[in-house]
T-cell receptor, first 110, second 114 residues
Framework: KQEVTQIPAALSVPEGENLVLNCSFTDSAIYNLQWFRQDPGKGLTSLLL?????REQTSGRLNASLDKSSGRSTLYIAASQPGDSATYLC?????????FGTGTSLTVIP | EAGVAQSPRYKIIEKRQSVAFWCNPI?????LYWYQQILGQGPKLLIQFQNNGVVDDSQLPKDRFSAERLKGVDSTLKIQPAKLEDSAVYLCASQDRDGTGELFFGEGSRLTVL
């Protein structure tokens, strides 16, 4: 069964810093990987989707990479802002299912 | 493009009562999912529909949970009778026709069982 891990569980950085969030998965047979943002009391907002044939995707200040062979993905956030404070979750699609990590709670300090 | 709609946003009930949640997916999305998210955890799949057929309900507690998607569009998730451990956020998500595209979530329905 696919296991998805996100480390660290929580991260606090000063405003303006560049940061990297990590996602690892145990089974490399995936169709795609998706990064989400979740604000308190809200649903999940899609940030980036990387297909299994891709190495990375970019959207604004966000860049996500995928290394299937090592079972890892990273989400890079450039020039962090207080508005980036949220929980970030990754999900991998294998078979018919999405498998979610438990998320990294990010706090950006003004 | 309208997103995934869910209602109600919040519901408080006593144990052994029943509750129903409604979801309207993005127009044209054939695949619909219901997830349960407990505070501090990632979403856990309850049931997946492809049009009006069930693809996966292996993690749905069928003694108390039921879900339907009669016309392949809207879906309803019901809990009867509710237990204290059912307190969670119930998230609905939809995906485009071939099921390999981006997953879109609604705002969720927060259930508190007293």
């Amino acid at each position: 069964k696919q296991e998805v891990t996100q480390i660290p569980a929580a991260l606090s950085v000063p405003e303006g810093e560049n940061l990297v969030l990590n996602c690892s998965f145990t089974d490399s047979a995936i169709y795609n990987l998706q990064w989400f943002r979740q604000d308190p009391g809200k649903g999940l907002t899609s940030l980036l989707l990387i297909q299994s044939s891709q190495r990375e995707q970019t959207s604004g200040r966000l860049n996500a990479s995928l290394d299937k062979s090592s079972g890892r993905s990273t989400l890079y956030i450039a020039a962090s802002q207080p508005g980036d404070s949220a929980t970030y979750l990754c999900a991998v699609r294998g078979g018919n299912q999405f498998y979610f990590g438990t998320g990294t709670s990010l706090t950006v300090i003004p | 493009e309208a997103g995934v709609a869910q209602s109600p946003r919040y519901k408080i009930i006593e144990k052994r009562q029943s509750v129903a949640f409604w979801c309207n997916p993005i127009s044209g999305h054939a695949t619909l999912y219901w997830y349960q998210q407990i505070l501090g955890q990632g979403p856990k799949l309850l049931i997946q529909f492809q049009n009006n057929g069930v693809v996966d309900d292996s993690q749905l507690p069928k003694d108390r949970f039921s879900a339907e998607r009669l016309k392949g569009v809207d879906s309803t998730l019901k809990i009867q009778p509710a237990k204290l451990e059912d307190s969670a956020v119930y998230l609905c998500a939809s995906q485009d026709r071939d099921g390999t595209g981006e997953l879109f979530f609604g705002e969720g329905s927060r259930l508190t069982v007293l």
